[in-house]
């Protein structure tokens, strides 16, 4: 009583959050903006509950990302993760602060630390939270692909990441989630590169995104690293022709720019090159330099080519050993084998806990049954001391009239053994007497039972011999006067019979009981011999007797039930047999 009343107020008593707060929250996915206009309008020193100030700050720390606010400090999301540490029923903003507090470390350059975020974000989401497990999901493999390391995990993680935008229909996060996995040609194959990298673009034309350009220029590399410069070139030129600003890499210039120089198009090349913007990362500069390394070659001006060939090779090499440096695998590799220890030590100390808590409670049982009978005992003891001594005071009292009820006693117990002994003599004389009968009445059913078998050895060769098999006549005619004589009608009928009765039936009906045997193998030997007794034209009353059922009703919806479920025809077995001898049945 005292657990339910302290839990039933506590689970009737949800959180409710300030108003402004669940606004923000609902706008957060789609309009970023209006949300975070919302959450910076809340003055937080205005907010009286804990909840709501731990709640401000997860979504001002989602909205700042969302909107590519640099963080100088994780000061805000820390203050929201400890409050959620604290409350775990508020599983769904656990996970969110885990998540966001793992994308400001790594925007704070702490790539190792946000692994371990994400890692728990995944961990701590329940098992129907799809976005957050789908994100947790894309920031790893995001945190991955930006260091260009495990470009293996990077694919699994978005391929999950799939699966959970799909199941809630989010197509904003599924575009890069498909558009990913379609970057990686080397590890899904061109086909399925090209598969993704198209669902991906489609996606994004629908909800007009500009996302789709930086998947259409993925997809321009894989046509150009395999030789279809052609749809390379024309896929690039797309992205120049239409808003290049809107795409985040500058790849599509080296596609578009390449793919002229191997058409043979130098002029186009030169131009195209001439309107490449200034690069801003590692990537861009890479790319720019081996393009103007192609158009080198191009126009035959080696002088230049070995200088913009080794600035492209040592910015690879850079980007290379900044990736190297990273320790992301080791990191999660790590996180995996200490949750797996930590897992594997709690499942032991809840095994060690039940025992012990089993233990206690068997300890406390048996003591409680000790107490208890030991009370009881005692209690016994008392009541039998108090009877005692009632009983030695009242023998004491009362001895000399005790010794004579005893002498009456004595005389009435020797008439009782004498009456007990007429008494058994009697019995062993009955016991003698139905000894006797009992073995007359055997004798009498033995001698029965040999006289059936005699007279079904008659049915059988009077049957054959006189009806030459081909009629049921006699053997009806003879069941009825043997199953007539009282005493025997319980004894089951042999298969000599049975095997007499199907011939007589075979002759009469021309071979109808081999017929329905062949015709029919599901049929069981009591179906079988129902059936001939049906034939034979037995009354229901000898059918009742023969096959040991309770009452004439039962054989007569046997019958019908034999031939509804078994032979799978709506007519009596009358009906079935003239079916027979007028040619109907195949």
């Not at 098992?127 to 260091?147: E, T």
């Not at 897992?343 to 300890?363: T, V």
């Not at 009697?426 to 040999?450: A, V």
């Not at 011939?503 to 009906?509: I, K, P, Q």
Request: aromatic share 10%; with cysteine; glycine share 4%.
């Amino acid at each position: 009583m005292l657990v339910l009343g302290a839990v039933v107020p506590g689970c009737s008593d949800a959180t409710r959050y300030d108003s402004r707060l669940t606004t923000a929250d609902s706008l957060m996915h789609d309009n970023p903006d209006s949300a975070l206009a919302i959450i910076e309008a809340v003055n937080r020193d205005s907010l009286t509950t804990e909840h709501d100030r731990a709640y401000r700050d997860l979504l001002l720390t989602q909205a700042r990302y969302r909107k590519r606010t640099a963080f100088a400090n994780d000061s805000i999301i820390n203050y929201a993760l400890s409050y959620y540490r604290a409350h775990p029923a508020e599983r769904e903003k656990l996970t969110r602060a885990y998540i966001y507090k793992g994308a400001v470390m790594e925007e704070l350059g702490q790539p190792d630390s946000a692994m371990l975020y994400y890692k728990t974000a995944e961990k701590v989401a329940g098992s129907n939270d799809y976005f957050n497990l789908g994100y947790s999901n894309l920031r790893i493999a995001q945190l991955y692909q930006s260091f260009y390391v495990n470009d293996s995990a990077v694919v699994e993680r978005m391929k999950r990441a799939s699966r959970y935008f799909t199941a809630i229909g989010d197509t904003g996060f599924l575009i890069t989630a498909l558009g990913t996995q379609g970057g990686y040609p080397n590890i899904v194959g061109q086909d399925s590169a090209c598969f993704y990298l198209n669902q991906a673009i489609d996606f994004a034309r629908k909800i007009d995104s500009p996302k789709g350009l930086q998947y259409q220029s993925k997809l321009a590399g894989i046509y150009f690293y395999h030789g279809d410069y052609q749809r390379a070139k024309d896929l690039a030129m797309g992205i120049v022709k239409n808003h290049p600003e809107e795409c985040n890499e500058n790849q599509f210039y080296f596609y578009a720019i390449n793919s002229f120089i191997c058409l043979g198009d130098i002029d186009s090349a030169r131009w195209l090159m001439s309107l490449v913007p200034k690069p801003e990362t590692s990537v861009d500069s890479m790319n720019y330099f081996r393009s103007l390394d192609n158009i080198s070659l191009a126009d035959k001006r080696y002088q230049y080519t070995q200088l913009y060939s080794e600035i492209a090779s040592n910015t690879k090499i850079n980007i290379l050993n900044g990736s190297r440096d990273s320790k992301l695998v080791e990191t999660e590799l790590t996180w995996d084998a200490h949750q797996t220890k930590a897992e594997s030590d709690s499942n032991w100390k809840k095994i060690i806990l039940c025992l012990i808590l089993a233990i206690i409670l068997l300890l406390i049982a048996g003591i409680l049954i000790v107490w208890k009978r030991i009370y009881d005992y005692r209690s016994l003891l008392s009541e039998a001391q108090t009877e005692l001594e009632k009983l030695l005071n009242d023998i004491d009292e009362n001895r000399l009239e005790w010794e004579n009820e005893r002498n009456l006693y004595r005389q009435e117990i020797e008439a009782k053994s004498n009456e007990l002994k007429e008494a058994k003599e009697k019995r062993l004389d009955l016991e003698r007497e139905q000894l006797k009968k009992y073995r007359q009445i055997s004798n009498t059913i033995r001698l029965r039972h040999k006289a059936l078998d005699e007279l079904y050895e008659n049915i059988k060769i009077k049957t054959i011999t006189e009806n030459g098999g081909k009629s049921v006549k006699s053997v009806l005619r003879l069941f009825k006067e043997l199953y007539e004589q009282k005493g025997i009608i319980q004894k089951p009928l042999p298969m000599s019979f049975w095997d007499t009765l199907k011939l007589s039936v075979d002759g009469e009906f021309q071979g109808i009981a081999t017929f329905v045997e062949q015709k029919y193998p599901d049929l069981s030997i009591n179906d079988m011999h129902l059936f001939l007794l049906a034939c034979a034209n037995i009354p229901n009353l000898f059918i009742k007797i023969c096959m040991n059922y309770t009452s004439d009703v039962t054989a007569s919806k046997n019958k019908k039930r034999l031939m509804s479920n078994k032979i799978k025809l709506n007519v009596t077995i009358d009906e079935f047999v003239q079916m027979y001898l007028h040619g109907e049945l195949k």
